[in-house]
């Protein structure tokens, strides 16, 4: 039987900082958790509403998945793959 997680379980897990929201509703995450989870200038964040707050994780860029299947197929097979695809719309 599998015991759920209490919030103790996450006491570890879990960094507790402060930051100020601006008038205009900026808020600065600080730096310390924008290099654990390599938040850079520009990176996109999804903001959740939750019952217990919000709820912010970064939109990971599609630029950074590129290559992530390289030497998974060789040339033959995508080429037939995608003939197959194109095949399937016409």
Do not use: C, H
């Not at 209490?6 to 930051?19: G, I, R």
């Not at 599609?62 to 695809?85: F, H, I, P, S, V």
Request: net charge positive; aromatic share 6%; proline share 6%.
């Amino acid at each position: 039987m599998r015991r759920r997680r209490s919030e103790q379980d996450f006491a570890v897990e879990t960094s507790v900082l402060e930051t100020t929201v601006t008038r205009k509703g900026q808020v600065t995450i600080p730096a310390p958790l924008r290099k654990k989870y390599n938040i850079l200038e520009g990176t996109k964040i999804q903001v959740t509403g939750t019952p217990s707050g919000l709820l912010f994780k970064p939109i990971p860029d599609m630029n950074d998945w590129a290559g992530a299947d390289a030497g998974k197929y060789t040339y033959q097979e995508m080429t037939r793959k995608l003939d197959q695809l194109r095949a399937r719309r016409r």
